[in-house]
């Protein structure tokens, strides 16, 4: 569904990504990890099209996104962006409503409200509706975010596409589960999440594919169990690692120190 | 929330057309008859009833100045809320950041050096010379503070309000040296740019800014949403569909084109463009569905009350608008100063 090959990117003459080859399914989790540094939130914006026209050209849905028509693109395609503003003077409900933006013209409809509420339950934040936006904690409007992210792509548009650059953060246990179980739902009905993580467990536990990257290049890109053997992460991430089968949903579990 | 909203706009219609009626009887001159209904159809009717004088000052005097606060109030005020969505940034008004003054530095080359360039220039254009300037000079400044203040979608808010008074300084010093060069009627002229009066209006400019006006908000006044959503970040409101680039191109020619036109016509009339959008989001937060389209009923409210306290308040004489609209403004820009002091 998504496909590029040979990109490469630069800023200011230093090279962040180095001919990566890109590939995925219909259905596909791919979760991208690496070092700090790696250039993975590069990637994904580079895949998700927000540097404009850039080198080779990206295929989503055997489309360059040049041949998109930009409304039928937002219906196909959303991204949960890292450095969410922190200053949006609106209630919550209005940020989320934002995802419905692409739906209708002057107001919401009421398939309008029902999606964004549907969202803001499915990422516990339905309780928050009229809060200022403003008021919340750093993970309650990362939530507030997903939930906007999510309402955009409810709709009855087959194999539709998300890009998430490090959901998790500032989030605690139960939610962090909570988004992966419902990104999961999500990728399970053939649509296709490409995603930022830091915590390698989670990666190995909820993702089908791993692209492991460091320093601009592509180190590892395939299954859990293949890329997460303590060879291949000690010595990315340049610090002693042992994995064994987590006991119990029997994934890698990768522990590190030695 | 839209009905309420039409409810809103209907109810700051008829407080302006009140409005409108009341500055219609204050002033100077009273009218002979006491009823608007008798005036009216005095003046339709076109029998003797009305007195000459009568229909003069208010054909002539009061209804195109009324007119033109309306429209002017309306332009400025929607303009300031529009760059304020721009910028992301309740600083962001025509007026602090140096629009307004390269509006009226053109404007005052355009009367000073006017005479010499004029025989160049073919004849359809002389009337609206004036205002093609100030657009003209208005469209230079904000393309250039937009481009020093803001990278990758990012404004830097000092700056920008830095680029103000670095503009506004810049014309001050061309303005002041034309002054200087300047010959006796052009003088009187440069004065009341700089004080901002409403006293000049004609139904002729009254139409080319109704029809700016109105081509203006066809554009934007239904960017609610898209200013909504570019709160998120630019690349963010791209990815909702929103044609952030284009908006962006429509929002500085628009506003330019207000904010030249207006002050061609009534010289500066500052922080219109600060007070109304501030009052509007103290009731309603920010959403810019609501305020963008209210603040171009409330700009013309605000215009038209202050401009009948300006000429009522020290009969016979006038004080200039600029005075009255400062007062409002200057408190409520250091409000706004204080609160975002930690986020400068």
Redo the contacts between chains.
């Keep these: 569904m998504l496909e590029a090959y040979k990109i490469s990117y630069s800023h200011k003459k230093h090279a962040i990504l180095h001919n990566i080859d890109i590939s995925v399914n219909y259905g596909e989790l791919l979760v991208i990890v690496g070092p700090n540094g790696a250039g993975k939130s590069t990637l994904l ?1 580079l895949l ?1 099209n ?1 540097t404009g026209k850039n080198g080779e050209p990206i295929f989503f849905k055997k489309r360059t996104f040049e041949e998109w028509e ?2 039928e ?3 196909n ?3 949960f ?1 890292q ?3 922190h ?5 919550c409900k ?2 989320v409503m ?2 419905r ?2 739906y209708f013209n ?2 919401p409809n009421q398939k309008d409200h029902e999606a964004a509420i549907k969202a803001m339950e499915e990422t516990d934040v339905a309780h928050l509706e009229s809060r ?1 936006y403003n008021s919340l904690s750093g993970g309650e409007k990362q939530r507030v975010h997903l939930a906007r992210v999510l309402t ?1 792509l409810d709709n009855e548009v087959l194999n539709k596409l998300v890009f998430l650059d490090e959901p998790l953060n500032n989030l605690d246990v139960l939610h962090q589960h909570r988004i992966l179980h419902t990104i999961k739902n999500f990728t399970k009905k053939g649509n296709t999440a490409v995603m930022v993580l830091h915590d390698l467990n989670l990666a190995a536990q909820f993702a089908d594919r791993i692209m492991l990257l460091k320093k601009g290049q592509v180190v590892a890109h395939n299954t859990p169990e293949k890329v997460f053997t303590p060879e291949i992460i000690s010595k990315v991430y340049n610090f002693p690692c042992t994995v064994c089968p987590n006991p119990v949903n029997n994934n890698p579990l990768i522990i590190f120190g030695t | 929330m839209q009905n309420k909203l039409s409810l809103y706009i209907t109810s700051g219609i008829l407080l302006l057309v009140t409005l409108a009626v009341v500055s219609l009887y204050m002033g100077v001159y009273a009218f002979e008859k006491h009823s608007v209904a008798e005036l009216f159809s005095g003046i339709l009717s076109g029998d003797s009833s009305i007195s000459q004088s009568d229909r003069f000052v208010l054909l002539n005097l009061r209804l195109p100045r009324i007119t033109m606060a309306v429209l002017i109030g309306s332009a400025l005020a929607v303009s300031g809320t529009c760059l304020q969505g721009m910028f992301k940034n309740p600083l962001a008004t025509p007026d602090l950041i140096g629009i307004t003054s390269g509006a009226s530095l053109f404007a005052a080359l355009t009367i000073v050096l006017g005479s010499s360039f004029k025989q160049y220039i073919p004849e359809v254009f002389h009337f609206s010379l004036l205002s093609i300037m100030a657009f003209i000079g208005a469209l230079l400044t904000m393309i250039l503070v937009y481009r020093i203040s803001t990278s990758n979608g990012k404004t830097n808010v000092v700056v920008m309000l830095l680029c103000g008074v670095a503009f506004t300084a810049l014309g001050f010093a061309i303005t002041g040296f034309l002054i200087y060069i300047s010959k006796e009627e052009q003088l009187r002229d440069l004065t009341f740019w700089n004080l901002g009066s409403l006293a000049g209006a004609t139904w002729t400019k009254n139409l080319i800014l109704a029809v700016i006006v109105l081509v203006s908000y066809v554009f934007l006044i239904n960017k609610g949403k898209a200013l909504n959503a570019m709160m998120l970040g630019e690349r963010d409101a791209q990815h909702l569909g929103i044609p952030v680039e284009k908006i962006k191109k429509q929002i500085v020619l628009l506003t330019a084109l207000m904010v030249g036109t207006s002050v061609a016509f009534a010289g500066t009339i500052g922080f219109v463009g600060l007070i109304v959008p501030y009052i509007l989001r103290l009731l309603f937060k920010s959403n810019y569905n609501v305020i963008l389209p209210l603040s171009a009923v409330m700009g013309g409210i605000l215009l038209l009350t202050a401009d009948t306290i300006s000429r009522t308040i020290a009969q016979p004489s006038e004080v200039p608008i600029g005075i009255l609209t400062a007062f409002m403004g200057a408190p409520i820009f250091i409000v706004i100063l204080i609160r975002n002091r930690k986020s400068m």
Excluded: C, F, R, T
């Design positions: 914006s998700a927000e930009q409304m693109l937002a219906h395609k959303a991204k962006s450095n969410n503003s200053d949006i003077p609106l209630a209005d940020v934002m995802g933006y692409p002057a107001n200022d955009q």
